[in-house]
């Protein structure tokens, strides 16, 4: 199969693209390389993904290019598309809310209109556990109500979430929506807490630790991931021919539409997360506690019952082994 990566040179989208070239594939993987966090590490992933073995061909393009888009889909013939391109983070929303508008929400539209003019066979794309806003109830079900974001990029992937069904039940495009809990792992993202700890203690620098370090996480190693979304490709969407609209479920529809929880359903303290990175990396941390951010949530914790159910996902590396494999690749890539 030809299959569309967007977001190849993110970190998930780097990893998911080799473990379909490994496999045989034929990887088309697009990104705009903006700088967001530095592009250099972007370029880096890319050079890891063409030295491994398979077929992969880079475009640099931005999903919220409308006629980019249309003439790569036109020109590629994909047969599936995993579509991870967007702009991330809780806490830049708040200070840059157009990027969220473009990428997420504009960009989103021109995977969806590429999809329904070229006969994609599968649509899985990227939606995020920060959908889940303002609930409590743990773990975090498919099942639970999400119309109470805290954050603009929670509610743009909501929206994506909304926009899919729409095609699926107007155009019967098969889709399948992820909720991603906490990613980590070699490549990782800059912005994110295991590499923003990382880069300080090895500089001597304090971390800062928001909500006095009181928050847990669904922390989710990258390959637990890959698996997961690799799956969820193979398991194409179908509806759900017990659906009921006067009791529906949140989670699937008469249209070929579903939506999983990909976690490690094994919440982790932030402070024992903060501790398995003191002992991979033989150093102390010297904390700076500070209250909750602006759009943040203390804690969560993810049910993935629906998606081992549907792809027999059942994700396997414990905090330990993620933090190490991190730090070793941390080392390596920095030579520090």
């Known amino acids: 199969m030809t299959i569309l990566v967007t977001g190849a040179a993110g970190f998930i989208g780097a990893h998911v693209s080799v473990a379909l070239m490994a496999r045989g594939e034929s990887v088309i993987g697009i990104d705009n390389l903006n700088d967001y966090y530095d592009p250099a590490l972007k370029h880096g992933r890319l050079d890891w993904i063409a030295a491994q073995p398979g077929q992969f061909r880079f475009i640099e393009l931005?999903?919220?290019?409308?006629?980019?888009?249309?003439?790569?889909f036109a020109?590629?013939?994909?047969?599936?598309v995993v579509h991870l391109a967007a702009q991330a983070g809780v806490r830049y929303s708040l200070d840059n809310p157009h990027a969220y508008v473009d990428s997420n929400l504009v960009g989103f539209m021109n995977i969806l209109e590429g999809c329904r003019h070229h006969q994609i066979q599968h649509l899985v794309y990227a939606s995020s556990s920060s959908?889940?806003?303002?609930?409590?109830?743990?773990?975090?079900?498919?099942?639970?109500?999400?119309?109470?974001?805290?954050?603009?990029?929670?509610?743009?992937?909501?929206?994506n979430e909304l926009m899919a069904h729409t095609y699926s039940h107007l155009y019967g495009i098969p889709t399948t929506g992820l909720r991603f809990f906490t990613v980590y792992g070699p490549w990782g993202r800059p912005d994110m807490a295991l590499f923003k700890f990382?880069?300080?203690i090895v500089q001597g620098r304090e971390i800062d630790v928001y909500n006095f370090g009181n928050h847990r996480r669904d922390f989710t190693y990258i390959d637990d991931i890959v698996q997961g979304v690799v799956g969820a490709l193979d398991t194409v969407a179908t509806g759900n021919p017990a659906w009921d609209g006067e009791a529906p479920d949140a989670a699937s529809s008469r249209a070929p539409w579903r939506v999983y929880n990909i976690g490690n359903r094994k919440p982790v303290a932030l402070m024992d997360y903060i501790a398995a990175?003191?002992?991979?990396?033989?150093?102390?941390?010297?904390?700076?506690?500070?209250?909750?951010?602006?759009?943040?949530?203390?804690?969560?914790?993810?049910?993935?019952d629906t998606l081992h159910a549907?792809?027999?996902?059942?994700?396997?590396?414990?905090?330990?082994?993620?933090?190490?494999?991190?730090?070793?690749?941390?080392?390596?890539?920095?030579?520090?």
């Open 277 to 304: 990175l003191e002992t991979a990396l033989g150093m102390q941390a010297r904390m700076n506690l500070l209250p909750m951010q602006p759009g943040d949530v203390p804690d969560t914790y993810a049910d993935v």
């Open 310 to 336: 549907a792809t027999g996902y059942q994700p396997t590396t414990d905090i330990q082994q993620g933090v190490k494999a991190f730090v070793d690749w941390y080392r390596g890539y920095y030579q520090v």
């Open 75 to 80: 020109e590629q013939g994909f047969d599936r």
């Open 131 to 159: 959908v889940y806003g303002a609930n409590e109830k743990m773990p975090f079900s498919e099942q639970d109500n999400v119309d109470h974001p805290l954050s603009l990029y929670a509610a743009t992937k909501k929206a």
């Open 198 to 200: 990382t880069d300080a």
């Open 62 to 72: 931005d999903v919220a290019d409308r006629a980019g888009m249309e003439a790569l």
